[in-house]
């Protein structure tokens, strides 16, 4: 594709972000300045004090290894006709040499850009050009918060510009929650209107992660046997991750093993930083086994609404693909209480250390009623206007639930590191 060819793409692909935010009714109109972002303490006397005075570019703290962090919000530029952009890039130079001579951390929140307030391409490329060796070198980490395929395209354009080495310092999050790993996150500045998205990927209630993973295995394995229950290679599901830590494409097409995919969804679930039913719903679930046999369908359903809603769009999508699979089992050989047995302990688990053995049972059923009577335990919510996200009609059959457990769910398929981006917040708790 040529350059023209990607410069009109990465314009088509910013004014679908723009369509997309006013959709959910986060984007700023024409006619409204960002929201105040000034340092208190700002001289008027600041040499460059016309573009400090927007709060673009903030000074916040340390991130895990002592580096100072530096962080750009793109929410806080204002139109590109009150914003000098030649001003806007000493100003970025006048700041970090004052850090370059140690190693330094930049934070880079995508969110807010437009086309009104947008660098032209050409700013873009003389900007990389300017930062040398020395910015360059110094600079450790450039994470990169809520990107979209805007930021996918440039990555195109610029990649000829752009060396092996800086690649590998950049780091693409969907969610704010996986910049507590990294940082001191209490120290970081973010600013409000990109608090106000609640890590939901500006408008994407589902994470990529499971979106893809879903959407290749309903493809391509709803009949393979022992789907979710065979192992992969604990190596090929280290290279996935790390593909989607670089925020890089994944076509699972290219590893010609469809358990790949199934260990990738059963590893995003795993390493959450809490359970998609959260930490509070614990005590409620392991009180299934008490209630009568005819109730427990609408207990399970009493118990979701309690869930946030985004845990409950998410649950809603994941567990409709899930009783797809079991409606597969003639072929796959995994039923709803099969997929309960690798399932269960994946979507939830105690605040403190593991969950006993005397808990598999009523976490298990528990996930059991939620596959097998998907359409009866997820549809009152739904109706009321909550965004469901499962795709599959439940069955409605009746019959004992049976079956048991051949291992813990929270152990099948590879070990491996948490797969980013996570879905979720730490639910309940601000970010």
Known sequence: MSRLALEELADIELQRDEEAAAALGTARRPS?????????????????????RHGILQVAGEDRLGRRVVTFSCCRMPPSHEL????????????????????????????GLSSRNKPSLGWLQSAYKEFDRKYKKSLKALYVVHPTNFLKVLRTLFKPLISHKFGKKVTYFNYLSELREHLKYDQLIVPPEVLRLKDKNQGELIPPVLRATVTHLRQKGLRTEGLFRRSASVQTVREVQRLYNQGKPVDFDDYGDIHIPAAILKTFLRELPQPLLTFEAYEQILGITSVESSLRVTRCRQILQSLPEHNYAVLSYLIGFLHEVSQESIFNKMNSSRLACVFGLNLIWPSQGASSLSALVPL???????????????????????????SAEAGERGG??????????????PTAPAVPPRPLTEARRPL
């Open 32 to 52: 409204e300045a960002p929201a105040a972002g000034q340092d208190p303490t700002l001289s008027t006397n600041h040499p460059f004090y016309d573009v400090a």
């Open 84 to 111: 000098n952009h030649r001003r806007l890039l000493e100003y970025l130079k006048y700041t970090l040499d004052q850090y370059v001579e140690s190693d330094y951390t930049v934070v880079y929140f995508h969110y």
């Open 364 to 390: 298990n059923l528990f996930t059991e009623l939620l596959i097998e009577y998907y359409g009866q335990v997820f549809s009152a919510r739904e109706a009321r206007g909550v965004l469901g996200a499962g």
């Open 400 to 413: 004992p639930l049976a079956g048991g457990c051949a291992g813990d769910g929270r152990t099948a398929g």
